[in-house]
């Protein structure tokens, strides 16, 4: 376990709420670290619909899933957010009147005064592919992420899938790992055409192999493969001797560690007061798709406008003696000092 990281506020998700939560904290003079579980920003923006077109953001006729992101990035930069991504928070507790606890299953502690719970639909999780009796490999030979690259130097490495994921990582690897075998059940992929292009050169000059087909058993003992049976299209199986698997079959959302938190959910959402969105525990905010409250819409502008609101409560947490004065950023010089504009 590292140190514990202290910090004012702790955002739990960096969804766009999550994002646009940084501004409006950070107005306040309030810092705040995020922690998501994918290894970019953007939540659903960035993983479901990047290149589609959003039409209802105030002001903005048109930008998509990816632009948002870059221009919420760009909008919270004055104020130096810290990321953990990669990373899932697994435990929330409150330790003090308000102070909470939280830990990460990347081993990080973090205490903050207040915490902002913007977890949407929950966190992304890797899809299980349909392999009988892999689940005690799980965490130990078969990993559905790469943390540290240096992991998988000189393994045997079998990649599973077609896609972006699946391709990067198998240029990414190829360079550090003693031999890799890419598996797909198609000879179609997915993936951009350059990683494909890349991935066949190295097909070609024996730098790595390609097999079309689906990985039909495994083999190991305590936790360790030792090989995969693989079943190409054409009825033939071939074992491959193999050290680490990395199937990379998609994403799919679930609530995740939020149900363990000790809060009443409602349909898996947590309810909240629309004054300032926060929950029954006083300092413990929702806000963005994960709450719920009469009349709730499920829209980006909703969650920028919770999050406004939620920032001026968590100010008498983090500042109990400092007393807030409502200011517009057009007209207020402290205010375009933070942003970098005065
Ligand atoms: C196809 C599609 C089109 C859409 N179009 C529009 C539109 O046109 N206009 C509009 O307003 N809305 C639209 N939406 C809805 C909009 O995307 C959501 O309202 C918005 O993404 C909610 O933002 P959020 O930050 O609350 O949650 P999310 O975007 O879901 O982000 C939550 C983040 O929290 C992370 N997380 C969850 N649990 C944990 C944990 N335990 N530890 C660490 N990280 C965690 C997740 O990994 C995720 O990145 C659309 C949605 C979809 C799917």
């Not at 904290?25 to 993983?47: F, P, T, W, Y």
């Not at 490495?157 to 198998?170: Q, R």
């Not at 000059?205 to 305590?222: F, T």
């Amino acid at each position: 376990m590292s140190d514990t990281i202290k910090t004012d506020v702790v955002i739990i998700g960096a969804g766009p709420i999550g994002l646009f939560a940084v501004f409006e904290l950070g107005l306040l003079d309030i810092k705040a670290h995020l922690v998501d579980i994918l290894d970019k920003v953007g939540g659903q923006c960035a993983e479901l619909y990047p290149e589609k077109p959003i039409y209802d953001i105030p002001a903005v006729p048109i930008i998509t899933g990816h632009g948002l992101t870059e221009a919420l990035m760009q909008q919270i930069k004055p104020f130096g957010p810290s990321f953990h991504l990669g990373e899932m928070v697994t435990t929330l507790e409150k330790i003090g009147d308000p102070l909470f606890r939280i830990t990460t299953d990347g081993g990080k502690v973090f205490e903050a005064r207040s915490v902002v719970i913007a977890a949407g639909g929950g966190s992304f999780q890797p899809k299980r592919p349909p392999i009988s009796g892999i689940e005690p490999y799980e965490g130990k030979s078969v990993h559905y992420a790469v943390r540290k690259m240096d992991a998988f130097r000189d393994k045997r490495l079998l990649i599973v899938g077609g896609g972006d994921s699946a391709l990067d990582w198998t240029l990414n690897l190829q360079p550090i790992a003693k031999r890799l075998t890419l598996v797909h059940r198609r000879d179609d992929f997915r993936g951009a055409p350059d990683s494909v292009n890349k991935m066949r050169a190295l097909v070609a000059s024996g730098g790595m192999d390609l097999r079309i087909g689906q990985v039909a058993s495994l083999e190991g003992g305590g936790g360790q493969l030792t090989a995969a049976n693989i079943k190409g299209n054409d009825g033939a199986t071939a074992r491959v001797e193999i050290d680490a698997m990395l199937p990379f079959f998609g994403l799919t959302m679930k609530l995740g560690p939020v149900a363990d938190w000790g809060l009443a959910l409602e349909d898996e959402l947590i309810p909240v007061d629309t004054a300032a969105f926060e929950t029954s525990q006083p300092g413990l905010f929702a806000i963005g798709d994960i709450n719920t409250y009469p009349g709730k819409l499920k829209l980006i502008l909703s969650g920028f406008h919770e999050g406004a609101l939620m920032a001026q409560k968590a100010h008498r947490y983090v500042f109990p003696d400092k007393k807030l004065t409502f200011q517009y950023t057009t007209s207020s010089s402290s205010l375009q000092k933070k942003l970098g504009v005065a």
